[in-house]
């Protein structure tokens, strides 16, 4: 049997699986630390090499430029039923879309639309951590605007 080490998917499945449950992982805050999981079966390895190579376009992930995707189907595990392959350009499209996150910022009579926290930040100059911290917590900014999402 091939050593797992060297089969050509092996170190997207480690991606996966570190993103998910290694902590001192890069990306942890946004899977793991977010309750995303990867289903019982594909935490082995060769039981994800065997739903991968029979799942529908499963054989794009062996490209480069295909990534596994969750997120098309707004699901938090990865599964043989929640993913499917897509170029890398459309996982980072679908990723800009989620992060698109309309605010309005309020200042007495004034009601200012943005389409993205990112938006406000620059145009308001407040720096992005600032801007979410009082999207949440609802308070009024040294800059006389609450913010609030659409």
Same mark, same amino acid.
């Given at each position: 049997?091939?050593?797992?080490h ?19 992982? #890069? ?10 999981? @990867? ?9 994800? #090499? ?13 490209l ?12 938090? @595990? ?6 499917? #392959? ?21 200042? *007495? *009579?004034?009601?200012?639309?943005f ?13 992005d ?5 009082? @999207?949440?917590?609802?308070k ?9 999402? @659409?």
């Open positions: 049997m091939k050593k797992r060297k089969h050509k998917l092996y170190n997207r499945w480690k991606s996966m699986m570190d993103r998910c449950y290694n902590p001192n992982h #890069v990306k942890y805050k946004f899977y793991g630390g977010k309750g995303i999981r @990867v289903c019982e079966r594909w935490r082995d390895f060769w039981n994800f #090499v065997e739903d991968i190579d029979n799942m529908r376009n499963g054989h794009l992930l062996y480069k430029g295909y990534q596994l995707d969750k997120d098309k189907s707004g699901r938090s @595990v990865y599964s043989l039923n929640n993913c499917c #392959v897509i170029t890398a350009e459309e996982n980072r499209r679908i990723a800009n879309e989620k992060q698109k996150q309309s605010i309005f910022a309020i200042n *007495n *009579n004034e009601k200012i639309k389409d993205s926290i990112a938006e406000a930040s620059r145009k308001l100059n407040i720096k951590g600032t801007l979410r911290r009082y @999207v949440k917590n609802g009024r900014h040294s800059s006389g605007y609450r913010f609030q999402k @659409v």
